[in-house]
């Protein structure tokens, strides 16, 4: 495919200077303006997808150079390029940080980066950050910058004088509450526990209008071969998948590909639903069960239901909140103890800081499964692991977890990483894994 489409990357020189609800405020601009917007993120992420889908009114994927693959991230845009007005790619943490960087799928996609910095209690020295990003790395294109959370149209102006030659502020975008979403320990609050969120995206949408941020980004060349259509490994299978406030940290790009292997996906909520819909297979995601753990276990008919679920032999994958709502007890930060699903015999609790962050991968001799760990959990549990994650950088990992067909981890995974390895998992099939060991969840 080779197309033509206006595009950019709003990135940020760290985390918290606001390039998320600038993401979200642009694609609603140009959205309100009859333009088809299609908006990616780079890396695991969940919950800004959530709001940059409400804000766009398109599906959102991830772009992750090694998560995804770089085939998967140049077929990707190519895709969107068909029949989008624009794209934006919403980077990750600072421009330069991580391995890869926001700053390297730019470079991968050649993508301009737009960089957006708060300018709360800076003047002159807006410049010389603004040169910074633009210069670090000559392969990268930095034209413009935004201003955000200026303090006066005189703020701004002065923000603009002292650009560096070759950098120009897209615009100064001033303090409003409609560019502000709350946030709790794993990110942003999902959409829908917002009230009037709709409403809030179209006043900040005004806001950057108002701002300047209306003009279109430069328009790039796109090229990708089509991908290989995946085997139908899933051929009539039936998964239920728990979706709810509880349960929600699910990528876009794994239900299509489920969906592309054939699988027949029923989903329902662990925290309203009695029963669990016909399946064979049991998928509970990540999400906020920590938030949650009163009304699960109130709810005792799902608890045995899934329970049943798992002692028919039936597949069941768990991920991170889902491991922890199978645990037999969770603590929440309260210091409440809730008795849960109780497949994975001990306790869990939550911390008050991080206890995993990363990008993991699970080798097993059917594929190697990528994705990501990022949780406040501690287990206290007599299980062994019959398997471990590897850190992409650095030290640590997460614990594997097999009894029956349970597969059960800390670690979220990408799908399309490894269709293979998700086809056994969801078909009860044995995972030889490639650490040394060689296990029957």
Known sequence: MNLAVPAVMITAPASGQGKSMVTAALARLHRNAGRK???????????????????????????????????????????????????????????????????????????????VIDAGGMAQTFGAVALGLASFDPDLAVYQVVANKIGSPRHGDMLREGLPEGVSLLGAVPRDEAMS?????????????????????????????AAGLDELPKTIPVRAAEPV??????????IAIARDLAFSFIYRANTELLHAMGAELHYFSPLKDAELPAADALWLPGGYPDLHGSALAKNESMGQAIRAFHHSGKPILAECGGLIACMEEFTDKEGVAHSLFGIVRGQATIAKRLQGIGMHSLATKQGELRGHTFH??????????????????????????????????????YFPSAPGVVAAIFKGQPLAFSNDEESTP
């Open 37 to 115: 917007v299609c908006v990616f993120k780079h890396g695991p992420d969940y919950l800004d997808p959530m709001v940059l889908e409400l804000a766009s009114g398109n599906p959102v994927y991830q772009l992750h150079p090694w998560m995804t693959g770089e085939d998967e991230c140049r077929w990707r845009l190519a895709e969107a390029a068909k029949t989008a007005d624009l794209i934006l790619i919403e980077g990750a943490m600072g421009l330069f940080d991580g391995d890869p960087s926001s700053a390297d799928l730019a470079k991968l996609m050649a993508i301009p980066a737009l960089p």
């Open 181 to 209: 979403i709350p946030d709790r320990h794993l990110g942003l609050v999902q959409p829908a526990e917002l009230e009037n969120l709709d409403q809030q995206l179209n006043k900040a949408a005004e806001v950057l209008k």
């Open 229 to 238: 259509r995946p085997q139908a490994l899933l051929a009539g299978v039936r």
């Open 376 to 413: 406040r959990f501690t287990l206290s549990t007599h299980w062994a692991a019959v398997a471990h994650t590897q850190k992409q950088a650095g030290t640590g990992s997460e614990l594997v977890f097999g009894d029956k067909s349970l597969v059960a981890s800390l670690f979220y995974s």
